[in-house]
C-alpha cells in the first residue's frame, strides 16, 4: 500500500521542492539547453499538436518553455509552486501573443472550482510534485468531464539494473535538480483514478507522452 505523507510531511516536502525550484530558476533553460533543443522542443510540438483552444491549464509551467507552443487564440492559465520560475515565464509571456495568465499555486491544491478547464497539460511536472497521487487527482477534478489531460514525464525503467540503479540514483538527483528520476507515473495516473486513452513512448521506455481523461468520461 502506497505510504501518503501526513500533512505535515506533505507541506513540508513541498516547501522543500519550492525552494529547490527557486534555487535552480537562473540557471533551469541553461541547464537544459542542448537536450531542450535536441529533444524536448520537438515532443514539446508533438503534445501541443493535440491541443485545441478552449480554457486550457498548465500545471508546473517553470519558465513557460511551453509556451511558444500554445495554441493562436488560446487563454491558458499557468501555475508554478516557484515564484523565481514564474519571474521567468512572465517575462515569456510578454513576447507572446496569447493570453496568459500566471498564478503561484500548489498542483496538489489547486484554487479553482471543479470541471472548469478543457484541457490540463503537465510536462516534467509530476516528476516533482510531493504526492503524485493528490496532484493528479486536483488535475481531474478541475478538468470537465470528457476533457484532456496531457502529460509528458519521464519515468522509472523497470528493467533490471536500470530500473535498480534509478532508485539508487535517485535521492542524489532529487536533491540537484528537484526531480525524481524513478516515479511510476503511469501507474501513478492509474491510481489516481484518471482513465488513460493512450501511452506513446518517446524514448525507449523512459520518456512518455501520457493521454488521459477524468474518471468515467472515456465512454461520453
Ligand atoms: C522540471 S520543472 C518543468 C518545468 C516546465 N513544465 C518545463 O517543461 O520546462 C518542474 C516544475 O514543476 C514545478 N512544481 C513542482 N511541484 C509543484 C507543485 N506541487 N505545484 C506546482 N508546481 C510544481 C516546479 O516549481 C518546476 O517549475
Not at 495554441?71 to 492559465?77: A, G, R
Request: glycine residues 6%; positive net charge; charged residues 20%.
Amino acid at each position: 500500500m502506497q505510504h501518503l505523507p501526513s500533512n505535515n510531511g506533505l507541506r513540508r516536502l513541498t516547501e522543500v521542492t519550492r525552494k529547490r525550484y527557486n534555487r535552480i530558476a537562473p540557471l533551469y533553460d541553461w541547464m537544459e539547453a542542448l537536450i531542450e533543443r535536441s529533444r524536448f522542443q520537438a515532443w514539446r510540438s508533438l503534445l501541443w499538436s493535440q491541443v485545441s483552444s478552449g480554457r486550457i491549464l498548465e500545471i508546473g509551467v517553470g519558465t513557460g518553455k511551453n509556451m511558444p507552443f500554445y495554441p493562436s487564440n488560446s487563454t491558458v492559465i499557468a501555475v508554478d509552486l516557484s515564484e523565481r520560475m514564474l519571474v521567468r515565464a512572465a517575462q515569456r509571456a510578454q513576447e507572446l501573443p496569447h493570453h496568459i495568465c500566471l498564478c503561484g499555486m500548489d498542483a496538489q491544491f489547486l484554487a479553482f472550482p471543479d470541471n472548469t478547464f478543457d484541457t490540463a497539460v503537465a510536462t516534467f511536472v509530476f516528476c516533482s510534485v510531493p504526492d503524485p497521487i493528490l496532484g493528479l487527482r486536483e488535475v481531474a477534478r478541475v478538468v470537465k468531464p470528457g476533457g484532456d489531460i496531457w502529460l509528458l514525464e519521464h519515468v522509472r525503467v523497470d528493467k533490471p539494473i536500470i530500473g535498480p540503479v534509478m532508485d539508487v540514483l535517485n535521492p542524489f538527483v532529487v536533491r540537484v535538480v528537484g526531480a525524481n528520476i524513478n516515479r511510476r507515473t503511469v501507474e501513478n495516473v492509474r491510481r489516481a483514478g484518471l482513465e488513460i486513452v493512450e501511452v506513446r513512448n518517446l524514448s525507449g521506455e523512459l520518456v512518455k507522452l501520457i493521454h488521459a481523461r477524468p474518471p468515467n468520461t472515456l465512454a461520453s
